[in-house]
C-alpha cells in the first residue's frame, strides 16, 4: 500500500571524503537542489511539482524536476510532513529532527478510484491549553475547531473491506502513548480519542503515528448516501475540577476500500 523508505547515504559519503572525484562531483549537484525525493511508488520515476508542506511550520515548497526538494526549517520533535501530487493520493509522514537529518525518499501512489479523499486539511482538536511535555507541544500552528470534527461523506457502496484512514495523527497523550515514549508527562494521561460512524462508536486511537486505519462494519454504512464521520478527542484523565480536552492534530483523513 503506501510505501515510505528512508535511505541514509552515510557510507557513500564517508568513501567520497577520501577520494572518488567524480561521484563526489554528482552528490554535490543533488546536494545543492536538496537530496530528499519524491517518487512514483510504482514506477519509482521522479515526481516533478509535487508540493510538501510542514502545516506546523508554515513550510512549503515544490519538487524539482528530477523529484528532489530542501526541507529548511527548523525541525525539533515531531511534526507532520504532508505531500501533495494532483493524480496521486494525497500522502503524510511524521518526521522529526532524527528523520529530517538525513534524506527523505517518499514514495506516492496514483490515485485509487476506489478511495475516497475526505480531507486534505490539518486539523487541531482540543482547547489549545496544553502541558510543555504533551506529545507535540509548541507546535501547534493550526486553528483549534473545538473537542471534535465532524464530516459528511458519500459512500457509494457498503463493503465487508471498507476502512477509515487517517493519514497523520500527532498529540495524543493516552497511557498507551506515554507507555510507548511519544510523550514526556510524568503524572497524567488521556481518554483515547473516539471514532464515530453514523453515530456508532467504532474506534479508538490509543497511538500517534502514520496510515492507522480503522474498519467501517458493514451494517453501519449507508449505500449511495452520505455518512457521518466524527473524530473526538480524549480528555485528560488527571484533571478533575475542569475539562481539559487532549490537543491532537490530524489530517488526510480517507475512505479506503481494499
Ligand atoms: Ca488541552
Ligand atoms: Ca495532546
Redesign the pocket.
Known sequence: MRKFLILTFTFLFFNLTSNAAPLQANISKEGESGINKIVDSQTNQPIQGARVTLPQKNYSTKTNSDGTFDLKADISGPTILSVEKEGYNPFSLTVDERIASRPIIVGIEKTNPMNITIDKDMFHL??N??SDASANAGEFRVKCVGPYYTKNVKISQATDSTYLVIGSIIGVDTKMARSMGQNRIANAYASAPEIYFNGNKIAEIQLNGDGQSFKIPKNLIKSGQNNEITIKTGK?LMQTSYI????IEFMNLSIETR
Open positions: 482540543g482547547d491549553n496544553y485528560n481539559d480536552y487532549d490537543d
